[in-house]
């Protein structure tokens, strides 16, 4: 029988926010203070920290006020997977 990948993957992936990529986006813009990031992403400062410091992973809402925000920038460098 031929395995998938799936089939062999233990662990599910995950979508992990570049934090190192938003920072320095983001201080380019202006904003170089988590409370100036969430304001301009349209996020609280609290959704912000909780990400920042893996207590949550970026939901949906969020990927969407990253990409509103930063339309230009190209999901891929801003956004990665991981294994769980």
Do not use: C, W
């Amino acid at each position: 029988m031929l395995e998938t990948q799936a089939s062999q993957r233990t662990s599910r992936p995950r979508v992990v926010l570049r934090l190192d990529e938003l920072d320095r986006i983001t201080t380019a813009l202006g904003y170089d203070t988590d409370a100036a990031r969430a304001a301009f992403l349209g996020i609280s400062p609290a959704a912000l920290s909780k990400i920042r410091n893996g207590h949550h992973l970026p939901s949906a809402d969020l990927i969407a006020a990253v990409r509103t925000a930063l339309p230009r920038v190209p999901y891929e460098a801003l956004f990665t997977t991981e294994e769980r």
